[in-house]
């Protein structure tokens, strides 16, 4: 049986990798995003390298849980069944100190990032535990394992939280048949990544010499993102790319192996 996956935040970057990722193994997708356009674009750009019957689009603002039922509705009415959810949709916002941010700013941050999820995954539970099966998926980040960083302290901070949370949901779902987890792409290559140092050369010059160690494109992360998940039978995993290991061999071949990701 084909698997459907709805993926919140996925007109761009990773959600639109993993989009992807799934369409070229098979699977039906329902994209998502908070704008009706971003939408129907992405919808037309997918549609031409993949069958259009496996690909659906619904606009959904994730601050809202109404949209976000619907956006359940709407994908099982499309393709029947939804197997795989990923609360996937997030905001950075600038990278500026909190004495600078506006409260719009931070409202926006930790709805989207912690509200978002949290709603997502309630309509995403409720929705599979009535049809029987269904795995839930949240979307880890800088911060969630508890380091801080400057000047992206709110984006961390609903990052840490989502981490707390995911553990929570899998615990409570641990005699259900559903299946909750979180996923931990480490640093990717997106156009969020250069906004954050936009009017500021000098200090994007030195951050760039680090992304190129450490980070990696979207069409290497996902693809791995998604043989996990479609794999995965089991409750609390976290699949997590950038490993220990991986980061260490990068580090020590870096002098013999140049990257150039920037």
């Known amino acids: 049986m084909t698997k459907t996956a709805v993926i919140t935040g996925s007109t761009r970057g990773i959600g639109l990798g993993l989009a992807k990722a799934f369409l070229a193994r098979g699977c039906s997708v329902m994209i998502s995003g908070r704008k009706r356009e971003d939408v129907e674009r992405t919808l037309v ?4 390298q993949y069958p259009a019957q496996c690909i659906a689009g619904h606009a959904c603002d994730v601050r809202d849980p109404s ?7 709407a994908s099982v009415s499309t393709f029947g069944r939804v197997a795989i959810w990923i609360n996937n949709a997030g905001l950075s916002g600038d990278q500026q100190m909190i004495s600078k941010s506006s409260p719009e700013q ?3 941050i930790v709805k989207t990032n912690l509200l978002g999820v949290i709603f ?10 009535e049809q ?3 795995s839930i998926y949240n ?12 000047r992206l302290i709110f984006y961390g901070m609903t990052k840490y939280g989502v981490c707390y949370f995911t553990r929570g949901l899998a615990h409570e779902m641990s005699n259900s048949p559903i299946i909750v987890g979180s996923l931990r792409p480490g640093m990717v290559v997106t156009d969020l990544i250069a906004k954050q140092y936009e009017g ?3 200090e994007w010059e030195r951050a760039k010499r680090i992304f190129n160690i450490i980070a990696d494109r979207v069409e290497v992360v996902t693809p791995w993102l998604v043989d996990r998940m479609l794999e995965n039978k089991r409750n609390g995993v976290h699949l997590s790319w950038a490993t220990g290991g991986r980061m260490f ?3 020590m071949a870096q002098p013999f192996s140049r990257r150039e990701l920037f």
Not at 120 to 129: C, H, K, P
Not at 140 to 145: A, V
């Open 200 to 202: 500021r050369p000098k």
């Open 45 to 48: 750009a997918l549609r031409q």
């Open 106 to 108: 931070v409202e926006d």
């Open 139 to 150: 979307m880890e980040g800088m911060g969630s394992d508890g380091r801080t960083h400057a």
């Open 249 to 251: 061999f990068r580090l």
């Open 132 to 134: 029987g099966h269904g």
């Open 67 to 73: 949209q976000l039922d619907s956006l359940w509705h």
């Open 120 to 129: 997502g995954s309630q309509v995403a539970a409720r929705g599979m535990i």
